[in-house]
């Protein structure tokens, strides 16, 4: 059974930086597409960008150029880059594992906060 830890979120000013990590345990990771979703309150959660077994990656269009995934196959961790952040990225953040397009599991979600 996958596990999901994330891990990074916080309060940050407007302009600011954050790195989001997100460490699995319990699979083999290197096999599985890897992407971050977000949920801000009373909306759907959002995918904001993901990063393929292969290497390909998949960006939002509110994101792009200033986010960026990455993955670390031998750490089993995919992380988040998140820059020039905005008071609209405010949301719960969330790691996702899948495979041929269904889930394998969710992490617990980490808050990001961007205010001044």
């Known amino acids: 059974q996958v596990q999901l830890v994330e891990s990074g979120g916080g309060l940050v000013q407007p302009g600011g930086s954050l790195r989001l990590s997100c460490a699995a345990s319990?699979?083999?990771?290197?096999?599985?597409?890897m992407g971050w979703y977000r949920q801000a309150p009373g909306k759907q959660r959002e995918l904001v960008a993901v990063?393929?077994?292969?290497?390909?990656?998949n960006y939002a269009d509110f994101v792009k150029g200033r986010f960026t995934i990455g993955r670390n196959n031998a750490k089993k961790t995919v992380y988040l880059q998140m820059n020039s952040l905005k008071p609209e990225d405010t949301a719960v953040y969330y790691c996702?594992?899948?495979?041929?397009?269904?889930?394998?599991?969710w992490g617990q979600g980490t808050q990001v906060t961007v205010s001044s």
């Open positions: 990063k393929t077994s292969d290497g390909s990656t």
């Open positions: 996702n594992m899948g495979r041929a397009g269904t889930t394998v599991g």
């Open positions: 319990g699979s083999i990771f290197s096999i599985y597409d």
